[in-house]
């Protein structure tokens, strides 16, 4: 289902409609933590993803947008390895993380997985209580103490924006939380592994406004940590979150660039079309 909501527009000083970004701060100096180069993605025969090229950035949201079925959770998928699940699936090209091609040989995707963590549309909290949905990866990871776990969880539940709501039902199973903070649950879940790229495939698709809110202004608060990339079909949540936009369209990527000039001054005509809901 694809909104179509009209874009924030702000009035700046100089009479014109532009595109805010929330946080406008671009400095060359920010480091690239996943590239692609001329890298696609097949499934069996048919490319799904084809040559594209893209930097993804530490200390900024990038926004991957598109028509339904152009290739955008492909692409995020490919970043940590989550089509190795799909048979007949390979790739072409290179996707670099950390300088290191994620399709080489030697590359360990349980430890990629925990470095480039991934929130999905649907909340997927496990059947487990809340304390233990957050601890489970440290748990598998390292002998912690038990102050030392509390801690993290605790830590992780405040970063998510969860800690208030359920620092007295720790122990209640997640299952009994609301769509809303299940997917802020799961968001914890992904933090307690210490990520350095945040994946996130359509996270606020299944919540209403106020969860929706709640889940954007987290994303924005962890922006200086991390680089997080989210595909979303709201026009204005690309708007009103992201540093820079990515444009896709039967998996080519037509457009890329810094959201405001993605929004206001789009170089091709099927961006404008797009983020003007002519199609989609
Ligand atoms: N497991 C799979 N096996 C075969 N083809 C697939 C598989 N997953 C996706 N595809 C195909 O790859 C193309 C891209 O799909 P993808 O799910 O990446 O699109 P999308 O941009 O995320 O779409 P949506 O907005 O609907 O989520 C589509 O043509 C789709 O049918
Ligand atoms: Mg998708």
Redesign the pocket.
Known sequence: M?TLAAPVITHTAHATSTISSTSATFTTAAITAVEARNFS?F??Y?Q??KEVNIGIKHGEITAII????????????AINRM?DL?P??RTGGELLFGGEDVNAKHIDTTDLRRRVGMVF?KPNPFPKSIYDNVAYGPRLREKISKGDLDALVENCLRNADLWEETKDRLHANALSLSGGQAQRLCIARALAAQPEVLLM??PTSALDPKATAHVEELIVRLRPTLAIAI?T?NMAQAARVSDRTAF?YE?NLVEFGTTPQIFNTPRETRTQDYINGRFG
Do not use: W
Request: charged letters at 15%; proline letters at 3%.
């Open positions: 694809i993605v499934y069996g048919r799904a993803v598109g028509p339904s079925g152009c290739g955008k959770s492909t692409f995020l998928r089509n799909i007949g699936c549309q495939d359509e595909v079909h896709f998996g």
